[in-house]
């Protein structure tokens, strides 16, 4: 099986966040909790669907990671744009994605 991570965009600001080991929605992908089995990826799933409910966040997804080194890459290229933020000059405080992190 493939490793897995909860994703969503915070419902306040639309930002793109991820479950952590606390239950708590973070900014950093690699502070994600990694879900390595049929059974964790049930618990995500059901834990979105209740952050979803209460509204905390919208575009609840369960993505594919792979771990490199000790960092999470996702594997969709999405995904990686979506860790890195975006690939080009966006607002201030939001620099490109590193394109070696987003290249597939």
């Given at each position: 099986m493939v490793d897995k991570v909860l994703t969503a965009n915070r419902l306040t600001d639309g930002i793109a966040v991820w479950l952590d080991a606390n239950g708590a929605w973070v900014t950093g992908l690699q502070d994600?909790?990694?879900a390595r089995h049929a059974e964790a990826v049930t618990a995500l799933e059901a834990i979105?669907?209740?952050?979803y409910?209460?509204?905390?966040?919208v575009d609840v997804a369960v993505v594919d990671v792979q771990e490199t080194d000790?960092?999470?890459w996702p594997?969709?290229?999405?995904?990686?744009i979506r860790a890195q933020g975006p690939t080009m000059e966006y607002a201030p405080g939001y620099?490109?994605?590193d394109?070696?992190?987003?290249?597939?």
């Open positions: 994600a909790l990694v979105g669907k209740k952050s409910a209460d509204n905390l966040v000790g960092v999470l594997l969709r290229l999405r995904e990686r620099k490109p994605a394109p070696a992190f987003i290249a597939v």
